[in-house]
């Protein structure tokens, strides 16, 4: 009995086919047993015949369990599927015949949800997605990093070799460079980026071309001529043909053989760049007249690695493996090592650069922080809807259950219509998050190499984004679904589902909802404000240069071939040609530009050991620029002179210190006429001037070393042309540099042309910055409008559910001002309560975006009180209508009732 | 009175089950019984066909089960027919009808003599 009991209670989630067939046969049994019985058979005797007559008892049960499965599956299959197509379809037809509700719900939650997938791709691509290599979770980069800025930089292909040689920690290691050359096949040459790999690169990392082959260590060791292209390159510069396999691209003039093409998976291992090629670097070193001198120079630094770590090998003992190499070569190579060591980090914690990654978590915390809000918002919003709707339905829930619904056939009803609205908000969500990624991937950047961000929607984002839409359906939808499933039948029929009160307990839920919506509002508000401010504020800090009237233009001879020898001559000439333009108040030369990620580093010694330099060796950005690029540069010489014509392989060599220079190795001391050496045992130094402080690499970041040399003692090929104009507007000027340029000759490549100003907005030193705003400022929006539409919701609804009241209390003579003062009481008790959780919220939380806002306080009063403003002031201004509607309720029409 | 049992020929079974059940609803034991009796004991139908016959026919959808009480009070799996399973009944009589008679001819014997 009890038994039995037990088991139809488990019958009640799904057939146990097996404990059915068991019983049935155990019923025949006894019926059989019985009936021998009865004709005369002993028990026992009768038991034994019942078990005989009915033969193979094993077998059969066996059988019917197997019938009884299949039989049972297909049931219950048939039946749940029927009654998901009759909720589905009806729940389809109510959201069809409100089309407005249908649609402000799908776009409340297709906009977060969709807000929170473009987040989550960059999550994705720069936290979560693995390398597209062999075995990533093994990879680690390796560096160096600068003791006294804590820069991460780039390391030499000696430094490579020594990591190889780390045979017991790292498994393998590839090396490569980026270099900009001039790419051609026929016709005009253009600016490409090419990577120069080590012999291993592909081997190592297991990437293998997509068509073709790609190069092997034997083609770097003979050097061969060979290059692989990149999928994008390939389709942009082929048309994706495939008998590109074979021809011939000029590499800086140097004919490669395309031997391959990769994957449109593999581009590459540069963060951040999307390179058009890959060679060997060994045969780079034809194409680059720098290369083979350099290679072998511990102190040449423009490689990257990559290494294995040995199956077992933990990231620490890496670490201290690579301390240790670090104290072996510091002795031999001081002026390298001088206050840099080699590090190492696993390659998914170096996204989306080694430099900056360690900002990473801290802007994908805020941002993803931020959506997350605008989506409880928006949940909040929808929860909000679906309980107003709920109400109205109220009679239709109560006849339902009165006609034997049961409280979870009901609920089940209003969690399919959640679920229905969210997977409709996906749709929306997902064309969001593509037209964001799409937007980003294609933003047009101020710099002179080919950028890509990596962002892609893959299968983990569309993943993502159905696991928060479902969430969103199920949380927005399950608190109102639960209230309507528990509404007592009797009572809603009683007052024919048009109740006076919807029940204290619904409305106070509903303006706690408002309440938090607001105060998460504020918070989003607040949050933008303060990017906006911190962007506003990164184009006012005092960059130490000149933003106005300064037209750039990059020019590297090395493209085009001109000899290290006659790079002068075609220098001096550009200047002359450029300076006698009318219009151009001056002009002058610079291999470094600052807030561009142009600039050398080097050491430089000093006899004396000052305190602050133990060594008597510093580290320092250097750069090698004309006569007059102070000047034109708009830094100051606050000391001594600038370099002249005169300062050229024939006098002695001279440099300009910056103040960070001075006050580090002479302070106190008057810098003009000290000297330093730029090698160990090079020739002596003077210094011959003392110049201003630049911002050179970061926003904010604190004042760097900066060594300046006359160009003609130290020649370079590749430099900045800064050209100052008289007028206000520089870029008037372009046209007349650019045949200046040609006139000197006319194969010269100018690329990079814009002003400065363009250069610092459009440029990667304020992308992060204004992109961060742009982005703060969306979600901000986003939330407040929600916002907007959730107060307007609920005040309205509010309002209509108060009819009868509004209209007996105008029919006894109360003033329409009366109305409307009540309704905007209430707005203001529910703003103002929102705004101060928000307030205390968000001085709470904003400290956490400190490592990303550039020269402002989290808690910034403009933020603070902009939002405090603008949400406040929407926020009335959509109470209004609602409250102006309920002073024009018809007395006698709301006394009657519908 | 024969000494064996008749052999049962193909199809057969499905049909007296369905018959057996178109009185009333009944549980397996019920069925056999039914059809001891009806056809005088002279067919004896093993368990080891019944069962897997019901839950075939089942299966198609002619008959349906759900447990209930047996007539001693014992928990027991009822089976009854189902619409189609009557319209099936029908057919299988008439055809089961056209084919004795056609062999009958051709045997040339009267079903009344056999």
Same mark, same amino acid.
């Given at each position: 009995?009890?038994?039995?009991?037990?088991?139809?209670?488990?019958?009640?989630?799904?057939?146990?086919?097996?404990?059915?067939?068991?019983?049935?046969?155990?019923?025949?049994?006894?019926?059989?047993?019985?009936?021998?019985?009865?004709?005369?058979?002993?028990?026992?005797?009768?038991?034994?015949?019942?078990?005989?007559?009915?033969?193979?008892?094993?077998?059969?049960?066996?059988?019917?369990?197997?019938?009884?499965?299949?039989?049972?599956?297909?049931?219950?299959?048939?039946?749940?599927?029927?009654?998901?197509?009759?909720?589905?379809?009806?729940?389809?037809?109510?959201?069809?015949?409100?089309?407005?509700?249908?649609?402000?719900?799908?776009?409340?939650?297709?906009?977060?949800?969709?807000?929170?997938?473009?987040?989550?791709?960059?999550?994705?691509?720069?936290?979560?997605?693995?390398?597209?290599?062999?075995?990533?979770?093994?990879?680690?980069?390796?560096?160096?990093?600068?003791?006294?800025?804590?820069?991460?930089?780039?390391?030499?292909?000696?430094?490579?070799?020594?990591?190889?040689?780390?045979?017991?920690?790292?498994?393998?290691?590839?090396?490569?460079?980026?270099?900009?050359?001039?790419?051609?096949?026929?016709?005009?040459?253009?600016?490409?980026?090419?990577?120069?790999?080590?012999?291993?690169?592909?081997?190592?990392?297991?990437?293998?071309?997509?068509?073709?082959?790609?190069?092997?260590?034997?083609?770097?060791?003979?050097?061969?001529?060979?290059?692989?292209?990149?999928?994008?390159?390939?389709?942009?510069?082929?048309?994706?043909?495939?008998?590109?396999?074979?021809?011939?691209?000029?590499?800086?003039?140097?004919?490669?053989?395309?031997?391959?093409?990769?994957?449109?998976?593999?581009?590459?291992?540069?963060?951040?760049?999307?390179?058009?090629?890959?060679?060997?670097?060994?045969?780079?070193?034809?194409?680059?007249?720098?290369?083979?001198?350099?290679?072998?120079?511990?102190?040449?630094?423009?490689?990257?690695?990559?290494?294995?770590?040995?199956?077992?090998?933990?990231?620490?003992?890496?670490?201290?493996?690579?301390?240790?190499?670090?104290?072996?070569?510091?002795?031999?190579?001081?002026?390298?090592?001088?206050?840099?060591?080699?590090?190492?980090?696993?390659?998914?914690?170096?996204?989306?650069?080694?430099?900056?990654?360690?900002?990473?978590?801290?802007?994908?915390?805020?941002?993803?922080?931020?959506?997350?809000?605008?989506?409880?918002?928006?949940?909040?919003?929808?929860?909000?809807?679906?309980?107003?709707?709920?109400?109205?339905?109220?009679?239709?829930?109560?006849?339902?259950?009165?006609?034997?619904?049961?409280?979870?056939?009901?609920?089940?009803?209003?969690?399919?219509?959640?679920?229905?609205?969210?997977?409709?908000?996906?749709?929306?969500?997902?064309?969001?998050?593509?037209?964001?990624?799409?937007?980003?991937?294609?933003?047009?950047?101020?710099?002179?190499?080919?950028?890509?961000?990596?962002?892609?929607?893959?299968?983990?984002?569309?993943?993502?984004?159905?696991?928060?839409?479902?969430?969103?359906?199920?949380?927005?939808?399950?608190?109102?679904?639960?209230?309507?499933?528990?509404?007592?039948?009797?009572?809603?029929?009683?007052?024919?589902?048009?109740?006076?009160?919807?029940?204290?307990?619904?409305?106070?839920?509903?303006?706690?909802?408002?309440?938090?919506?607001?105060?998460?509002?504020?918070?989003?508000?607040?949050?933008?404000?303060?990017?906006?401010?911190?962007?506003?504020?990164?184009?006012?800090?005092?960059?130490?240069?000149?933003?106005?009237?300064?037209?750039?233009?990059?020019?590297?001879?090395?493209?085009?071939?001109?000899?290290?020898?006659?790079?002068?001559?075609?220098?001096?000439?550009?200047?002359?040609?450029?300076?006698?333009?009318?219009?151009?108040?001056?002009?002058?030369?610079?291999?470094?530009?600052?807030?561009?990620?142009?600039?050398?580093?080097?050491?430089?010694?000093?006899?004396?050991?000052?305190?602050?330099?133990?060594?008597?060796?510093?580290?320092?950005?250097?750069?090698?620029?004309?006569?007059?690029?102070?000047?034109?540069?708009?830094?100051?010489?606050?000391?001594?002179?600038?370099?002249?014509?005169?300062?050229?392989?024939?006098?002695?060599?001279?440099?300009?210190?910056?103040?960070?220079?001075?006050?580090?190795?002479?302070?106190?001391?008057?810098?003009?006429?000290?000297?330093?050496?730029?090698?160990?045992?090079?020739?002596?130094?003077?210094?011959?001037?003392?110049?201003?402080?630049?911002?050179?690499?970061?926003?904010?970041?604190?004042?760097?070393?900066?060594?300046?040399?006359?160009?003609?003692?130290?020649?370079?090929?590749?430099?900045?042309?800064?050209?100052?104009?008289?007028?206000?507007?520089?870029?008037?000027?372009?046209?007349?540099?650019?045949?200046?340029?040609?006139?000197?000759?006319?194969?010269?490549?100018?690329?990079?042309?814009?002003?400065?100003?363009?250069?610092?907005?459009?440029?990667?030193?304020?992308?992060?910055?204004?992109?961060?705003?742009?982005?703060?400022?969306?979600?901000?929006?986003? *939330?407040? @409008?929600?916002?907007?539409? !959730? #107060?307007?919701?609920?005040? &309205? =609804?509010?309002? +209509?559910? %108060? /009819?009868?009241?509004?209209?007996?209390?105008?029919?006894?003579?109360?003033?329409?001002?009366?109305?409307?003062?009540?309704?905007?009481?209430?707005?203001?008790?529910?703003?103002?309560?929102?705004?101060?959780?928000?307030?205390?919220?968000?001085?709470?939380?904003?400290?956490?975006?400190?490592?990303?806002?550039?020269?402002?306080?989290?808690?910034?009063?403009?933020?603070?009180? *902009?939002? @405090?403003?603008?949400?406040? !002031? #929407?926020?009335?201004?959509? &109470? =209004?209508?609602? +409250?102006? %509607? /309920?002073?024009?309720?018809?007395?006698?029409?709301?006394?009657?009732?519908? | 009175?024969?000494?064996?049992?008749?052999?049962?020929?193909?199809?057969?079974?499905?049909?007296?089950?369905?018959?057996?059940?178109?009185?009333?609803?009944?549980?397996?034991?019920?069925?056999?019984?039914?059809?001891?009796?009806?056809?005088?004991?002279?067919?004896?139908?093993?368990?080891?066909?019944?069962?897997?016959?019901?839950?075939?026919?089942?299966?198609?959808?002619?008959?349906?089960?759900?447990?209930?009480?047996?007539?001693?009070?014992?928990?027991?799996?009822?089976?009854?027919?189902?619409?189609?399973?009557?319209?099936?009944?029908?057919?299988?009589?008439?055809?089961?009808?056209?084919?004795?008679?056609?062999?009958?001819?051709?045997?040339?014997?009267?079903?009344?003599?056999?």
């Amino acid at each position: 009995m009890h038994r039995d009991r037990g088991r139809r209670y488990l019958r009640f989630f799904g057939a146990r086919p097996e404990a059915d067939v068991e019983d049935e046969i155990g019923f025949h049994l006894e019926m059989r047993e019985r009936e021998l019985i009865a004709l005369g058979m002993a028990t026992e005797e009768a038991r034994a015949e019942a078990r005989r007559r009915f033969g193979d008892r094993a077998r059969l049960q066996a059988q019917m369990q197997l019938l009884e499965r299949e039989r049972t599956r297909s049931v219950s299959r048939l039946a749940s599927w029927h009654a998901l197509q009759s909720d589905v379809s009806f729940v389809v037809r109510t959201l069809v015949r409100q089309p407005l509700f249908t649609l402000s719900v799908i776009l409340t939650l297709g906009l977060s949800i969709g807000a929170n997938a473009s987040i989550f791709t960059a999550v994705n691509a720069y936290l979560l997605k693995p390398f597209p290599v062999r075995d990533p979770d093994r990879l680690a980069a390796v560096a160096i990093v600068d003791g006294k800025s804590g820069m991460i930089e780039s390391v030499s292909y000696p430094m490579y070799r020594s990591v190889l040689q780390l045979n017991t920690i790292y498994e393998d290691a590839v090396a490569w460079l980026g270099l900009t050359v001039a790419l051609r096949t026929e016709g005009d040459a253009v600016r490409g980026f090419v990577i120069g790999g080590s012999d291993n690169y592909f081997s190592a990392l297991g990437v293998r071309a997509a068509l073709g082959r790609v190069y092997t260590p034997e083609d770097a060791h003979a050097r061969a001529p060979v290059i692989v292209l990149t999928n994008a390159y390939w389709t942009r510069l082929f048309n994706r043909d495939p008998l590109a396999i074979g021809k011939t691209l000029f590499v800086n003039e140097r004919p490669f053989t395309i031997i391959g093409v990769l994957s449109p998976k593999f581009n590459g291992t540069q963060p951040l760049i999307l390179p058009d090629a890959i060679i060997p670097v060994e045969s780079a070193v034809s194409v680059d007249a720098d290369i083979p001198k350099e290679l072998e120079s511990m102190g040449w630094t423009p490689f990257r690695i990559l290494a294995y770590l040995k199956p077992g090998v933990t990231i620490e003992r890496a670490r201290s493996a690579v301390e240790q190499l670090t104290k072996d070569l510091a002795p031999q190579y001081p002026e390298v090592f001088a206050d840099r060591r080699l590090v190492t980090e696993m390659e998914i914690r170096t996204r989306p650069e080694y430099a900056v990654s360690r900002l990473t978590p801290w802007v994908a915390g805020v941002f993803f922080g931020m959506v997350g809000l605008a989506l409880l918002v928006a949940c909040a919003n929808v929860a909000n809807l679906l309980l107003v709707r709920a109400t109205v339905r109220r009679s239709e829930i109560a006849i339902r259950s009165a006609i034997g619904a049961t409280p979870a056939r009901v609920v089940r009803l209003l969690l399919t219509e959640s679920l229905l609205l969210s997977a409709a908000s996906l749709v929306v969500a997902y064309g969001l998050a593509r037209f964001c990624t799409g937007w980003l991937n294609r933003l047009p950047l101020a710099i002179d190499v080919p950028i890509s961000f990596g962002l892609e929607l893959d299968g983990r984002v569309f993943a993502y984004a159905a696991g928060v839409s479902l969430l969103a359906g199920l949380l927005s939808g399950v608190v109102p679904a639960l209230l309507s499933a528990r509404a007592p039948v009797s009572e809603v029929l009683r007052d024919g589902g048009r109740s006076g009160s919807a029940g204290r307990g619904r409305t106070r839920l509903r303006s706690m909802l408002v309440v938090s919506q607001v105060a998460v509002s504020f918070l989003l508000l607040v949050s933008g404000g303060l990017f906006i401010r911190s962007a506003h504020h990164a184009t006012e800090i005092d960059l130490g240069f000149s933003r106005d009237r300064l037209l750039l233009g990059q020019v590297d001879l090395a493209l085009n071939r001109v000899e290290e020898g006659a790079s002068r001559q075609v220098q001096d000439r550009l200047l002359e040609a450029i300076g006698t333009i009318p219009g151009v108040e001056r002009v002058a030369l610079s291999t470094f530009l600052p807030l561009s990620g142009n600039y050398d580093t080097r050491t430089v010694f000093v006899d004396e050991h000052p305190p602050q330099a133990p060594d008597g060796v510093m580290s320092v950005a250097v750069g090698s620029v004309t006569p007059g690029l102070i000047a034109t540069l708009g830094m100051h010489l606050l000391e001594g002179r600038d370099f002249t014509a005169q300062d050229d392989t024939a006098s002695p060599p001279v440099a300009i210190v910056n103040r960070v220079i001075a006050e580090a190795l002479w302070p106190q001391r008057d810098p003009i006429g000290q000297r330093l050496r730029l090698r160990k045992d090079g020739p002596v130094v003077e210094v011959v001037g003392l110049s201003s402080n630049v911002t050179l690499v970061l926003l904010g970041e604190e004042d760097r070393p900066m060594l300046l040399l006359p160009i003609r003692q130290h020649p370079s090929r590749q430099t900045t042309i800064l050209t100052k104009s008289r007028g206000v507007n520089p870029s008037a000027l372009t046209a007349e540099v650019r045949t200046a340029v040609a006139a000197v000759n006319p194969t010269l490549l100018l690329y990079g042309v814009r002003t400065m100003a363009t250069q610092l907005d459009e440029g990667l030193a304020f992308f992060f910055v204004n992109i961060g705003a742009t982005l703060a400022t969306a979600i901000g929006l986003l *939330g407040l @409008l929600q916002t907007i539409v !959730g #107060l307007y919701g609920v005040l &309205s =609804y509010s309002v +209509a559910q %108060r /009819a009868r009241e509004f209209g007996i209390r105008m029919a006894l003579g109360a003033q329409a001002g009366a109305m409307i003062r009540d309704v905007m009481r209430h707005s203001a008790r529910l703003v103002a309560s929102g705004l101060a959780i928000g307030a205390v919220l968000a001085v709470t939380l904003t400290g956490a975006m400190r490592s990303v806002l550039v020269g402002v306080s989290p808690t910034d009063t403009l933020a603070f009180g *902009g939002a @405090l403003v603008v949400l406040g !002031g #929407l926020a009335m201004l959509s &109470s =209004y209508l609602p +409250a102006w %509607r /309920a002073s024009q309720v018809e007395p006698a029409s709301a006394v009657r009732g519908d | 009175m024969p000494t064996d049992s008749l052999e049962l020929l193909r199809g057969t079974l499905d049909l007296l089950i369905l018959r057996a059940l178109k009185i009333d609803p009944t549980h397996g034991y019920g069925v056999l019984k039914w059809i001891e009796r009806a056809t005088g004991d002279q067919l004896k139908i093993e368990e080891g066909s019944l069962y897997p016959a019901l839950y075939r026919l089942q299966k198609r959808g002619w008959v349906t089960s759900e447990w209930g009480l047996s007539e001693n009070n014992r928990r027991a799996r009822f089976y009854a027919l189902t619409v189609d399973g009557t319209r099936q009944l029908e057919t299988e009589v008439a055809d089961f009808v056209r084919f004795a008679r056609v062999v009958f001819q051709a045997l040339d014997v009267q079903p009344a003599t056999a």
